[in-house]
């Protein structure tokens, strides 16, 4: 049997079972909604969630948030779709393993179905090199695990490429009858905005959205806008991210609504919005499935940076975490 080992154990988290296990179970229970969050997790019918994938020591809280919302009962499959971050891939493409190792238990993969989506001719296949090296979906496999644990299920990765909104919209409409089924589940990572020189992105609000001012981007040789005291770096990273999260709250959109507002935003904004591409192919699957009768949800529930950027010296990595019902 060809199993994936947990290549980013002992690094972006620890290998010992026990204390992984303990982690996880630490995080899941300090998520406690206050009065006004409008979230009392596990939200019944919750189909999928968006969570990020950081090293745990960063996201592990956060990412317990959508982990939270899962209703498992009768659940036996779980998609996780996540971005290539090491590949140059125009399409998406399915693992060759039988087995994901993590160190609190492996998880099998549902071959039948990894079949029955390479015999579509759209998706090709990763290498075991690229498999291991991707971090994107592993962050999730201990989570999946913990939730889902002394649950029979078998799980589906999928490493989504820098694809389009057409190519979007097309795997979203492949995956969208799998999706609709009430034994299937499906997690879509994605970290949100990575800012700083260091990630070649420096985009900044003088003033809080909506705003006439125009954004600007910093220059580590420019002058530094007067307006940084009073709305510093952290707080316009915070405004923009919220822009896509409020742009990606279904309703008030719809689904249909959201996936050409999003690609827009990032056509503007050109937010460093990693897991965009899943992100995109989940909405696609929405709009298909709205298209049929369903009225999907789409809330987020909690969002957190890494560190709070003061200057032009500061980097931070922002992640959400959101749920979904259909």
């Known amino acids: 049997m060809t199993c994936r080992r947990a290549a980013h154990a002992g690094s972006w988290y620890t290998r010992d079972g026990h204390e992984l296990n303990t982690e996880l179970s630490g995080w899941l229970e300090d998520v406690k909604p206050g009065e006004d969050d409008n979230y009392a997790p596990p939200v019944k019918g919750c189909k999928a969630i968006i969570g990020p994938h950081a090293g745990y020591s960063y996201s592990g809280p956060t990412a317990a948030w959508a982990y939270k ?76 695990r913990k939730v889902f644990e002394e649950i029979d299920i078998k799980i589906v990765p999928i490493l989504v490429g820098g694809i389009n909104k057409d190519k979007e919209a097309l795997y979203g409409r492949v995956l969208a009858p799998y999706l609709a089924r009430e034994d299937t589940f499906c997690v879509v990572s994605s970290d949100f905005c990575h800012w700083g020189t260091r990630f070649q992105y420096t985009f900044y609000y003088p003033d809080p959205p909506p705003s006439e001012t125009p954004a600007v981007r910093l220059s580590r040789n420019g002058p530094m806008p007067p307006t940084l005291s009073k709305h510093p770096i952290h707080a316009s990273i915070s ?88």
């Open 239 to 326: 405004a923009l991210d919220h822009e896509a999260m409020n742009i990606l709250t279904v309703p008030p959109n719809t689904a249909s609504q959201a996936h050409n507002e999003f690609a827009a935003y990032l056509a503007r904004t050109k937010n460093t919005i990693c897991g965009r591409h899943p992100i995109g192919v989940l909405l696609g699957s929405l709009s298909v499935l709205e298209q049929e009768g369903r009225q999907p949800t789409m809330q987020w529930v909690r969002y957190a940076q890494s560190s709070e950027c003061m200057s032009i010296r500061d980097s931070s990595v922002s992640y959400s975490s959101a749920y979904v019902v259909f």
């Open 69 to 144: 919302s899962i209703d498992v009962t009768g659940i036996k499959r779980v998609f996780i779709l996540g971005p290539s971050h090491h590949v140059y891939l125009d399409g998406c493409a399915l693992s060759v393993c039988k087995e994901y190792e993590t160190p609190i238990g492996n998880l099998p993969l549902d071959l039948a179905t990894i079949q029955e989506l390479r015999a579509t001719g759209h998706f090709t296949d990763m290498s075991r090199d690229t498999d291991e090296d991707e971090h994107s979906i592993e962050m999730h496999i201990p989570y999946v």
